[in-house]
């Protein structure tokens, strides 16, 4: 079956730093591009951070520019979100989901997430 599990994610002090890790099951992360995404409470889901399969390419929200980098282990089918000098309103319920082979494809599946929360 088909799964993705978000992991990583805890309680850091701001300018802290987490790396989260999607691991795939079922397929081949290494075909698909994937997006990491973000909720905090009261507000939508916003997109962070993509990783294209057909290039490489990565994408990230202005907001998380300079500070977060995504990468991935095809060899552990697994995608990573490293993020640094995180702020609080990083803080937020992280989910990764295929994209299809590029970051601008439709979604497909999600993760359960993996709860960040930046605070003193």
């Known amino acids: 079956q088909v799964q993705l599990v978000e992991s990583g994610g805890g309680l850091v002090q701001p300018g802290g730093s987490l790396r989260l890790s999607c691991a795939a099951s079922?397929?081949?992360?290494?075909?698909?591009?994937i997006g990491w995404f973000r909720q905090a409470p009261g507000k939508e889901r916003e997109g962070v951070s993509c990783?294209?399969?057909?290039?490489?390419?990565?994408y990230y929200a202005d907001s998380v520019k300079g500070r977060f980098a995504i990468s991935r282990d095809n060899a552990k089918n697994t995608v990573y979100l490293h993020m640094n000098s995180l702020k609080p309103e990083d803080t937020a319920v992280y989910y990764c989901?295929?994209?299809?082979?590029?970051?601008?494809?439709?979604?497909?599946?999600w993760g359960q997430g993996t709860q960040v929360t930046v605070s003193s």
């Open positions: 989901a295929t994209r299809g082979i590029n970051c601008g494809s439709p979604g497909g599946y």
């Open positions: 990783i294209s399969s057909s290039d490489g390419s990565t």
């Open positions: 079922g397929f081949s992360l290494g075909y698909l591009a």
